[in-house]
């Protein structure tokens, strides 16, 4: 099965920066990546599909980009909703793999 | 709006099946371009996929579980099913259902249910 790595696992940046979460894969996975947000309590919710894809609803501030193993998630200014975990999800393979998270503190 | 709704016992022995039903609101659980997911999150950890199964039945399993797991669904009742055997503290997680869209070439899980917590305990 393929394998996704996230980095880093957490970060603590304040309001207004700019974060930047990677995502890496084990094998090539084309465009074929998804970004969720979870808020503490509540199920993940798609943010951003095939790479690159936003979601109704979801702020221009995030933006994803990348293809083959390494992709990347950019959030251009931290609002205060963001403070959040994300997870990568490669559906390349019918065998579907999620990233570890990456949790999104305020500094 | 589509929702999705877990049901099922919170508490389950060790060694005994989980078994959890996803009820899935109005006529939605009936396109047949979408299909249906379990993914789990134990406390304090990340998402894990157990497994798919289309509208027809067709099931796909993650390989961590594939010998424990079941994914069943009922169109007649508009919900879908997980039974997990041989359960140990390792299985205790919140467990989500979620609607898996595809365009013809990518997929997705969109929307997800409120999530189920199961614990694993005598």
């Known amino acids: 099965d393929i394998q996704m790595t996230q980095s880093p696992s957490s970060l603590s940046a304040s309001v207004g920066d700019r974060v930047t979460i990677s995502c890496r894969a084990s094998?090539?996975?084309?465009?074929?990546l998804n970004w969720y947000q979870q808020k503490p309590g509540k199920a993940p919710n798609l943010l951003i599909s095939?790479?690159?894809i936003l979601q109704g609803g979801v702020p221009s501030r995030f933006s994803g980009s990348g293809s083959g193993t390494y992709f990347t998630l950019t959030i251009s200014s931290l609002q205060p909703e963001d403070f959040a975990s994300y997870y990568c999800q490669q559906t390349y393979s019918s065998l579907l793999t999620f990233g570890g998270g990456t949790k999104v503190h305020i500094k | 709006q589509l929702q999705l709704r877990e049901s099922g016992p919170g508490l389950v022995k060790p060694l005994e099946t989980l078994s959890l039903t996803c009820s899935v609101s109005g006529d939605f659980f009936r396109d047949t371009s979408y299909n249906w997911g379990w993914i789990r999150q134990p406390p304090g950890k990340g998402l894990e996929w157990i497994g798919t199964?289309?509208?027809?039945?067709?099931?796909y399993y993650g390989p961590s579980l594939k010998s424990r797991v079941t994914i069943s669904v009922d169109s007649s009742k508009n919900h879908f099913s997980l039974k997990l055997t041989s359960v140990t503290a390792a299985d205790t997680a919140i467990y989500y259902c979620a609607r898996q869209g595809y365009n013809g070439y990518a997929n997705w899980f969109d929307p997800w249910g409120q999530g189920t917590p199961v614990t694993v305990s005598s």
């Open positions: 094998q090539s996975i084309s465009k074929f």
């Open positions: 095939t790479t690159s």
């Open positions: 199964v289309t509208y027809s039945g067709i099931t």
